[in-house]
């Protein structure tokens, strides 16, 4: 047995006791040699002879798939699916799982963080006082304002939670929300587009598909109050980022953080011109907890899979 793993988290010489599970399960384990996610063209002459994949971030294709004759299974090391082609997996009898939850704390706090960073322009007031000016600024505070939270899953129960300590009003949309839940933790649940006129800070915790890309864009921007603070630690592609540079442009969005892109790594993108624009390089999940804990579900996953057992979070 062989089976490829590509999370730039898991390296053969790091001490992971997931990965020594791995290793007493299968003594044929092949690696990243990249410190990024993989291209298809990357990632087929490593897959092609393997039986399992526990996956990271890379374009896992059909035709990558249907040159990969002994693979069985792939565990996803997140819970993020949409670099996978699940309806290719299904027909050549590939088993898919992912970690749900297993790093919704890690990417609630970030998310927090540059709802945080963004209000108060923190990244811009260091640069300038590290540059030996000593500007005035006023920024706003969370404490009483309306937050918005776009897909109530895991992560978005855990940004709710966190909101707690400034009394914030929360509004959610999810297709599949769950009244009572709202009903219990203080949530109000609203239509799209009601939550993005009301609220006054909005964070997306999406998976992308056909429905959900740019779901941001010029005509739901144009919803939003003005000075709106806009976060998205979900996926890239769920906002249409020129329509976002010029509703930032024009003063409709107060602020955007980024933790994800359309492309990554984005390059040179005109959002990075802004001082109202924070980046981060889709680190969310980057907690030593939630890769230990990332870690020890996917490997789990993936001998369940290839064992032939039931496994309960296969897609």
Same mark, same amino acid.
């Given at each position: 047995?062989?089976?490829?793993?590509?999370?730039?988290?898991?390296?053969?010489?790091?001490?992971?006791?997931?990965?020594?599970?791995?290793?007493?399960?299968?003594?044929?384990?092949?690696?990243?040699?990249?410190?990024k996610p993989l291209s298809s063209?990357?990632?087929?002459?490593?897959?092609?002879?393997?039986?399992?994949?526990?996956?990271?971030?890379?374009?896992?294709?059909?035709?990558?798939?249907?040159?990969?004759?002994?693979?069985?299974?792939?565990?996803?090391?997140?819970?993020?699916?949409?670099?996978?082609?699940?309806?290719?997996?299904?027909?050549?009898?590939?088993?898919?799982?992912?970690?749900?939850?297993?790093?919704?704390?890690?990417?609630?706090? &970030?998310?927090?963080?540059?709802? #945080? *960073? !963004?209000?108060?322009?923190?990244?811009? %007031?260091? =640069?300038?006082?590290?540059? @030996?000016?000593?500007?005035?600024?006023?920024?706003?505070?969370?404490?009483?304002?309306?937050?918005?939270?776009?897909?109530?899953?895991?992560?978005?129960?855990?940004?709710?939670?966190?909101?707690?300590?400034?009394?914030?009003?929360?509004?959610?949309?999810?297709?599949?929300?769950?009244?009572?839940?709202?009903?219990?933790?203080?949530?109000?649940?609203?239509?799209?587009?009601?939550l993005l006129s009301e609220a006054?800070?909005?964070?997306?915790?999406?998976?992308?598909?056909?429905?959900?890309?740019? &779901?941001?864009?010029?005509?739901? #921007? *144009? !919803?939003?109050?003005?000075?709106?603070? %806009?976060? =998205?630690?979900?996926?890239? @592609?769920?906002?249409?980022?020129?329509?976002?540079?010029?509703?930032l442009t024009d003063g409709r969005?107060?602020?955007?953080?980024?933790?994800?892109?359309?492309?990554?790594?984005?390059?040179?993108?005109?959002?990075?011109?802004?001082?109202?624009?924070?980046?981060?390089?889709?680190?969310?999940?980057?907690?030593?907890?939630?890769?230990?804990?990332?870690?020890?579900?996917?490997?789990?996953?993936?001998?369940?899979?290839?064992?032939?057992?039931?496994?309960?979070?296969?897609?």
């Amino acid at each position: 047995m062989k089976i490829l793993v590509t999370p730039t988290s898991l390296k053969p010489d790091k001490n992971s006791s997931a990965l020594v599970r791995l290793r007493s399960f299968c003594g044929d384990l092949v690696f990243n040699p990249t410190e990024k996610p993989l291209s298809s063209e990357e990632l087929l002459p490593l897959l092609k002879d393997c039986d399992g994949y526990l996956a990271g971030l890379d374009q896992v294709t059909g035709p990558v798939l249907k040159s990969c004759p002994r693979l069985r299974a792939i565990s996803r090391y997140g819970a993020g699916y949409d670099r996978v082609d699940l309806q290719a997996a299904r027909e050549l009898g590939i088993k898919v799982s992912n970690t749900p939850g297993a790093n919704a704390q890690a990417v609630a706090e &970030l998310s927090f963080a540059l709802l #945080l *960073a !963004l209000a108060r322009k923190i990244p811009c %007031l260091h =640069n300038e006082t590290a540059s @030996g000016n000593w500007v005035r600024s006023t920024g706003t505070q969370l404490y009483h304002k309306t937050l918005g939270i776009v897909g109530l899953g895991a992560i978005g129960r855990k940004v709710a939670l966190c909101s707690s300590g400034f009394s914030m009003k929360v509004l959610a949309y999810d297709p599949y929300i769950s009244k009572r839940y709202c009903t219990e933790h203080g949530i109000i649940p609203k239509d799209l587009n009601t939550l993005l006129s009301e609220a006054d800070f909005i964070t997306l915790h999406l998976p992308l598909n056909d429905d959900t890309y740019h &779901l941001i864009n010029d005509k739901s #921007l *144009a !919803l939003m109050k003005p000075g709106t603070i %806009l976060v =998205n630690a979900s996926r890239g @592609g769920i906002i249409d980022e020129e329509a976002a540079c010029q509703a930032l442009t024009d003063g409709r969005l107060g602020g955007l953080g980024l933790d994800a892109f359309e492309h990554e790594p984005p390059g040179q993108n005109p959002l990075f011109t802004l001082q109202n624009v924070i980046a981060t390089p889709h680190t969310g999940a980057h907690t030593h907890e939630a890769a230990e804990a990332m870690a020890d579900m996917a490997v789990d996953n993936l001998i369940m899979m290839l064992n032939g057992e039931d496994c309960p979070f296969l897609l």
